[in-house]
C-alpha cells in the first residue's frame, strides 16, 4: 500500500499490539517510541523504528517532512490515571502538547485520519454504564488532558478537514504489558506481586469497579478503524462489558498466578469508585463482539508474565506535589 502509517507508542503496550496488525494487513509502519514505558523488543521487526517524543517537535516535524504519512495512530502517552494529580507539567507536556505537535503535522501534511486512543478517565464521576452521548466530567489530570487532544481534534476537524477516529479504551491488559510499574495497570501488578511472593497491593476495601479489557479483543478493531468511513469523526468507548470488583480480580489472579500470597490492604486513595462503560456504539459500527472471558485473557497473560519474570518497580522521579499521595507511592515506602 502507498504511504505510511506511524504509530506513537508503538513500543508500548497497546500500541505494539496495533503495529502487528497493522503490518499483517500490508502496511508500511513507522514507529515512534521514546523507550519511556515500552521495550524495543515489543517492536515488530517489519516495521521501521525511530526513538524519540512526541514532545520534540523539531523531530515530529522531520519525521513528517522525510516521510510520507497517511494515517497517524497516536497512543504515545504516560497513562497513569491516579499519579498525574502529582505530575501535572509533566502530564500535559506529554499527554497534552505531545498531542498538539501531532495534530500541527497531521493538518499541515494532510494526513487521511487521525486516530486518537483516550480514555474513559474523561467521563469522572458520572451516570453508569457511561456512554459516548454524556457530558465529560473528568476527575484527574489525565482525563483532563485526554479530553482537551478530543475536543482540538474536533475542533481540527472542522477548522482544517482533519478526519479523526477517538477510542476510550479501558483497564486494558495483556501480554507486553509493562509489570514493573507500580502507578499504574493493576493486573500487571497483581502478577509482579504474585511471582515475589509479596501479598497484592489494594487501595481501600476493595470494592472498587472495573470492565477489565483484554488486549486481542480491543487492538483488532483499533487498527483496523481507517478502513471504516462510518467511524470517521466519531468517539468510541471500547473493551469489556463485565465489571468485577478489585476484590474479585483478586481472586482470579491469585488463581491462574497459581500462588496466594495474601491481601496488604492500603489506604484509601482518591479515585473513581465503579468506572465501566457501554459498547453498544463500537458494538454496531464494528460488528464487535468480545471473543475471550475474563479468566481466558488472565491465563494468557500469566503464562506470558511467568515466562518475563519479575521486573522491578522504579520510582517516579520528579514528583511535583506530595501532598496526599498516598503513601505505598512515596519514596522509599514499600507495601509490606
Same mark, same amino acid.
Given at each position: ?88 507539567k509533566f502530564n500535559y507536556e506529554n499527554n497534552l502538547i505531545g498531542s498538539i505537535n501531532l495534530i500541527n503535522a497531521s493538518v499541515?501534511?494532510?494526513? &487521511? ?40 481534534? &474536533? ?75 462510518? !467511524? ?42 465503579? !468506572? ?10 464494528? &460488528?464487535?463482539?468480545? &471473543? ?5 485473557g488472565l491465563l494468557a497473560m500469566a503464562k506470558w508474565a511467568k515466562k518475563t519474570g519479575v521486573k522491578k518497580s522504579k520510582e ?21
Open positions: 500500500m502507498e504511504g505510511n502509517i506511524l504509530v506513537t507508542g508503538g513500543a508500548g503496550f497497546i500500541g505494539s499490539h496495533v503495529v502487528d496488525r497493522l503490518i499483517k494487513m500490508n502496511y508500511k509502519v513507522l514507529v515512534l517510541d521514546d523507550l519511556s514505558g515500552g521495550f524495543k523488543e515489543n517492536v515488530n521487526p517489519s516495521a521501521n523504528f525511530i526513538r524519540g517524543s512526541v514532545t520534540n517537535e523539531a523531530l515530529i516535524k522531520k519525521i513528517f517532512n522525510n516521510n510520507k504519512i497517511e494515517y497517524v495512530y497516536h497512543l504515545a502517552a504516560y497513562a497513569a490515571e491516579g499519579l498525574s494529580h502529582f505530575i501535572k499541515n501534511h494532510d494526513v &487521511k485520519c487521525f486516530v486518537f486512543t483516550s480514555s474513559i478517565a474523561v467521563y469522572g464521576k458520572n451516570q453508569l454504564p457511561m456512554t459516548e452521548n454524556m457530558i465529560p466530567q473528568p476527575e484527574d489530570s489525565y482525563g483532563i488532558a485526554k479530553l482537551a487532544v478530543e475536543q482540538e481534534l &474536533k475542533a481540527s476537524h472542522e477548522m482544517f478537514g482533519l478526519n479523526y477516529i477517538i477510542f476510550r479504551p479501558h483497564n486494558v491488559y495483556g501480554e507486553r504489558q509493562n509489570i514493573g510499574d507500580k502507578y499504574r495497570n493493576v493486573i500487571g501488578i497483581f502478577m509482579n506481586q504474585c511471582m515475589q511472593g509479596k501479598p497484592l497491593a489494594v487501595f481501600g476495601d476493595g470494592m472498587q469497579s472495573r470492565a477489565f479489557s483484554y488486549i486481542k479483543d480491543i487492538a483488532p478493531a483499533i487498527a483496523e478503524s481507517i478502513h471504516l468511513k462510518d !467511524a470517521y469523526n466519531e468517539i468510541f468507548n471500547i473493551g469489556a462489558d463485565v465489571p468485577y470488583t478489585i476484590n474479585q480480580l483478586v481472586d482470579e489472579v491469585v488463581r491462574v498466578m497459581e500462588v496466594n500470597p495474601g491481601v496488604n490492604h492500603l489506604e484509601e486513595r482518591n479515585e473513581v469508585k465503579h !468506572a465501566f462503560s457501554s459498547h453498544d456504539k463500537v458494538s454496531s459500527c464494528f &460488528k464487535l463482539k468480545a &471473543k475471550y472471558s475474563l479468566r481466558e517516579f522521579k520528579n514528583i511535583e506535589i506530595n501532598k496526599n499521595m498516598p503513601k505505598s507511592w512515596q519514596k522509599n515506602v514499600e507495601s509490606k
